[in-house]
């Protein structure tokens, strides 16, 4: 049976957009990204078949002696499992992923992360390899980085986006990020909204990627522009103000499904699919994995906007999100202050930063309401040693910038 947009809206719904009511209401989780590179030459470091020792082959030793569980899916690197419900992984072009399991508390996933980060750099530093946590390799071009992942997303993704520019296949090769994973909480649209108008000013906050290539960029963070540019049908700022849900199914539909109908190899949109009874569930979920909203909306919402951080500095975009998020006071006041989500903002945030005269008077305003509602969410959620650190991190990035 062929799907249908009413079929499609009450999944979005129900699925993406419900309520959700947890035993932890602040649950958090993480995914850090970092870019291999070999200390020596600054060239890529790549998972397999590299002239010297392959990334692979290093978490695999890791693995072995962690006692973590190594999974592999059709011939690609392995991924593994670790014994406090990580998950560490491999990204298109090597860039290796932490992703967290979820945490009850700030402090919680700060640390866990910042404990994996170590013990991987330590493994990685004794074969000659440097973990950059930049949001864009500073020293490859394209023309270094293979694909290395070769399952059907990534090869599908590679064809689709070779018909459009060179931006989809530096993201999925080149950029690394963080992302930050939040419960939809009771109010889903409230918290949707927020973190969508939220967005520029993450971006501009924790901009690192100017360089790429040895050469510097007009941008602040390259990362995000080449996010932005990927494919404008499934990237940017998706929000409408009265119907938040609808906008989001309109969204999927109409981005370019990167399968095409049955035996049909042309690129369409998701929406000219709907009436091919060989489309089904399955195609759906697929293509709503391949959207790349700055907040994509899953069993969480995933705020997507920050270049990947220095583990030492990773205290400032968790309290900034969380405390802002889950903070009551925080919320009420933010929303007030930032209003609606703008695309325009987000633009300027890539290109400009926090040199940018508005986005660095929010900032400015945002940090103290986060840092406040920081410390009303109490030390069991987010220790005194954690505020400080995003506090240093925000003098610094704020007093570079000033205006």
Do not use: C
């Not at 209401?25 to 790549?46: F, M, V």
């Not at 690609?76 to 967290?100: H, K, L, M, V, Y």
């Not at 000659?128 to 070769?150: K, S, T, W």
């Not at 938040?244 to 095409?260: K, N, P, Q, T, W």
């Amino acid at each position: 049976m062929s799907l249908s947009e009413a079929k499609l809206l009450d999944d979005v719904r129900q699925r993406l957009f419900a309520p959700t009511r947890s035993a932890n209401p602040r649950t958090i989780g993480l995914e850090l990204e970092l870019i291999p590179i070999h200390k020596s030459t600054r060239t890529r470091a790549l998972a397999t078949a590299d002239k010297s020792a392959s990334t692979a082959e290093v978490l695999s030793r890791l693995g072995q002696r962690e006692g973590w569980r190594e999974e592999s899916i059709a011939g690609d690197p392995p991924s593994w499992n670790t014994e406090d419900g990580a998950r560490i992984s491999f990204e298109p072009g090597g860039q290796i992923e932490i992703s967290t399991a979820p945490q009850p508390t700030a402090s919680e996933v700060i640390e866990s992360t910042q404990t994996a980060v170590a013990l991987l750099r330590s493994a990685m530093s004794s074969a000659g390899i440097e973990l950059l946590a930049r949001g864009v390799d500073p020293y490859n071009d394209i023309n270094a980085v293979p694909l290395q992942l070769h399952r059907d997303r990534y090869t599908g993704m590679t064809r689709y986006f070779d018909t459009i520019g060179p931006s989809g296949v530096q993201m999925m090769r080149q950029t690394a990020a963080l992302q930050i994973n939040l419960e939809r909480g009771e109010d889903p649209k409230s918290r949707w909204r927020l973190l969508n108008s939220l967005a520029p000013i993450v971006v501009a906050l924790f901009a690192n990627s100017r360089q790429y290539a040895g050469k510097r960029t007009e941008w602040a963070s390259y990362r995000a522009q080449l996010w932005r540019t990927l494919d404008p049908s499934r990237t940017g700022i998706v929000y409408e103000e009265t119907a938040h849900v609808e906008r989001y199914l309109d969204f999927s539909l109409d981005a370019i499904a990167m399968r095409g109908g049955a035996g049909d190899a042309t690129y369409r949109p998701f929406r000219e699919l709907l009436a091919d009874p060989a489309v089904n569930t399955d195609d759906w979920l697929f293509h709503l994995s391949t959207l790349f909203p700055e907040v994509r909306p899953k069993e969480f919402f995933e705020l997507r906007s920050a270049d990947t951080i220095e583990p030492d500095a990773l205290a400032a975009p968790v309290v900034f999100v969380t405390s802002l998020a889950y903070d009551e006071e925080s919320v009420q006041r933010a929303a007030e202050l930032i209003g609606a989500p703008s695309e325009k903002l987000l633009e300027r945030a890539g290109r400009l930063g926090l040199a940018d005269p508005e986005i660095h008077r929010i900032a400015s305003r945002l940090v103290v309401l986060a840092l406040d509602g920081g410390r009303r969410l109490g030390g069991d959620f987010l220790r005194r040693s954690h505020l400080e650190s995003a506090y240093k991190y925000f003098a610094r990035a704020l007093a570079a910038n000033d205006i």
